[in-house]
């Protein structure tokens, strides 16, 4: 093969895979920007702070890095307030372009010294596009440290002031960030979203202070993503260099920063322009030169950079693929405490309304009325087989008006399944406040009872429950020979008679239950059979408590739905979401190649 062809071949393989990283990274991002915990269960803060942490990293390093593997590295220099670090990069340029002092802090406004060659780069928004850019300037010759680059204004700390400067290497920019432990809450969440953009740290700290737990707890991070790192000991005394450097060592290796570059800086005396002698960060230099001069020494710090942090955003991802489970299975339960509560009130209206708990008081006093008591009874208790004749003997003229049955029926059909939906939501509204993820979704409303219009709701159902009835009687009727015979007695009557029979045993009485039943039900579903026959009736029966049982069914479900809609379904899926942990993870052990 052509030499040519082989490297145009690695070049084309190099461009895919790069073109398949930034695809599979966008498809994280999407899926995190859409993420949403909204249950307050015991890991959500956590959780939510993770997907904020992750979505910057994506937004400030990660992307941006894989589209441009070949951009210049940039070496954030992070630390603890006091540590000396804006003097150490006046230092590392040999001149004043970041203040300094004893006035804390002195770094608000984030500076990115660049090569002037280097300036298309960090100009756009390529990296840190949250952060507006403003154009600074080298101070001029004999201006102090104590007065460089910009005064310290709170309202700056969203800005980035890019410095040209020809005494930074070309293919590095540096970063001077504000203090991880400052006083400034906004200043050490600046401080570590920069130091989650670096591709390389210099992380400077003091001999009586780099033991404290603020910036282990950031370079236990940097070992996590396998950051290249270098620590800088600053300000240290005279003759205890060695003592303290081997301690700091042994730190290093025990929490897995081995191979962390360690840099001694001896305290010395400030010149008139607060500057420290060259010599002090000469080491500094040299490495930082080595750096810009070797390509492929830049382009294995992208590459160890970048799959440490991919790696480590894909063990996040697996976090948060637990933490949307259980935002699930939270929900589920909530959601089955409701479904509970209302199946149980579904039961018992069922109940109420086919075991004869109806048939009492006003509905059985007004069926009476209705029906009579005398001879009507009497008929039917001794020879039924002969009342399809008799009928008609019965009722002389038109029989008493149903409508007060029927406004009887509406009343305790309402009461029943007023009181049944007000004690599931009573009893949904208890389990909910039980626990903290319920009481979250309630707040200070009260559901738990049933909303005001609620039983006009319910009244009027029932009176279009028994229009269908009605109407099930008028068809049944029409198809019947002896439409006189059940005209005479009225589509109205025939109607609270099959009401009543829906009320005493579902689907009706069978022959046997006939000779043993109270006189109630059997008078209404007798006097069916003598119109219509007893298989009409049974199916008549069902029908109508078919058409009850959905009425009531969906009264529930309204009630119900005062919970569910605060219980959000689940957007994320746990099961996306780590598969696209899996696919980071092989990610993060491929790399890209600047």
């Known amino acids: 093969m052509n030499p040519t062809d082989s490297s145009q071949t690695g070049v084309n393989a190099a461009a895919a895979q790069q073109e398949a990283a930034v695809e599979l990274l966008e498809q994280v991002r999407a899926e995190l920007a859409g993420l949403e915990l ?115 204004e709170t309202g700056a700390i969203t800005s980035l002031v890019l410095v040209a400067d020809p005494a930074v290497p070309q293919g590095i920019a540096i970063l001077d960030a504000p203090d991880v432990d400052s006083i400034s809450d906004d200043n050490r969440q600046m401080a570590g979203q920069l130091l989650a953009a670096a591709d390389l740290w210099l992380f400077v700290t003091t001999a009586n ?29 005279a003759g205890a260099e060695q003592e303290v450097a ?41 490495w930082l030169a080595n750096i810009s001069d070797d390509a492929a020494g830049r382009a294995e710090i992208v590459r160890r ?15 948060l ?55 009507f009874f009497r008929a039917v208790e001794s020879n039924i087989g002969r009342l399809r004749d008799r009928i008609g003997a019965f009722f002389k003229g038109q029989p008493p008006p149903a409508i007060k ?14 009181d049944q939906a007000a004690r599931a939501a009573e009893d949904a509204d208890q389990r909910w406040r039980a626990d903290p993820a319920g009481r979250q979704l309630l707040g200070l409303d009260d559901l738990s009872g049933v909303t005001a219009d609620f039983p006009a709701e319910v009244a009027a159902d029932i009176r279009a429950w028994q229009g269908e009835v009605l109407a099930l009687i008028r068809t049944e009727g029409a198809a019947k020979r002896s439409q006189a015979r059940w005209l005479s007695f009225g589509v109205n009557g025939l109607g609270v008679a099959l009401m009543v029979v829906v009320f005493s045993f579902t689907g009706g009485l069978t022959g046997a239950e006939v000779g ?11 006097l069916l059979e003598a119109i219509f026959g007893e298989d009409a ?14 009425r009531s069914a969906s009264l529930l479900e309204g009630q119900q739905r005062r919970f569910f809609d605060r219980l959000a379904p689940a957007q994320a899926d746990a099961k996306r979401l780590e598969a696209l942990a899996a696919d980071l993870a092989e990610l993060g052990t491929q790399g890209g190649t600047a």
């Open 246 to 286: 081997a301690d700091l060592h042994a730190m290093l290796n025990r929490e897995g920063l081995a191979n962390a570059q360690l840099f001694v800086v001896p305290e010395a005396t400030l010149n008139e322009l607060g500057m420290l002698p060259p010599d002090t960060v000469a080491s500094i230099n040299e």
């Open 38 to 152: 909204p249950l307050e269960l015991p890991a959500a803060d956590e959780a939510r702070q993770t997907t904020a942490n992750a979505l910057g990293q994506l937004d400030d390093y990660i992307l941006p890095r894989w589209r441009s593997l070949d951009a210049p590295l940039l070496a954030v220099v992070g630390g603890s307030t006091g540590a000396g670090k804006s003097t150490l990069v006046n230092a590392l340029v040999g001149h004043p372009v970041t203040r300094s002092g004893a006035i804390r802090p002195t770094t608000r406004q984030p500076i990115l010294l660049h090569h002037p060659q280097d300036a298309d780069w960090f100009e756009s928004t390529r990296v840190l596009p949250t952060l507006s850019r403003v154009q600074g300037e080298l101070v001029k010759d004999n201006i102090p440290a104590s007065k460089a680059g910009v005064a310290p």
């Open 321 to 375: 693929a637990q933490a949307v489970q259980d935002q699930h299975d939270a929900g589920e339960q909530l959601g089955d405490d409701v479904r509970s509560a209302f199946a149980d009130a579904a039961t018992k209206i069922s109940q109420a309304t086919s075991d004869g708990t109806l048939l009492r008081g006003e509905v059985l006093a007004r069926w009476q009325d209705f029906v009579g008591t005398g001879e």
């Open 537 to 550: 009736v049974r199916r008549l029966a069902k029908e109508a408590r078919n058409a009850l049982e959905k």
């Open 305 to 319: 950079t970048l799959n440490g942090t991919v790696r480590s955003l894909s063990e996040r991802l697996t976090t």
């Open 516 to 526: 043993i039943a109270g006189g109630t039900a059997v008078v209404g579903q007798k």
């Open 209 to 237: 202070r780099y033991a404290d737990a603020v910036p282990w707890k950031l370079l236990l991070d940097a070992a996590s993503r396998d950051i290249t790192v270098a620590v800088i000991l600053d300000r240290v005394p």
């Open 405 to 418: 049955v029927e406004t009887a029926i509406e009343t305790g059909l309402q009461a029943v399944i007023v």
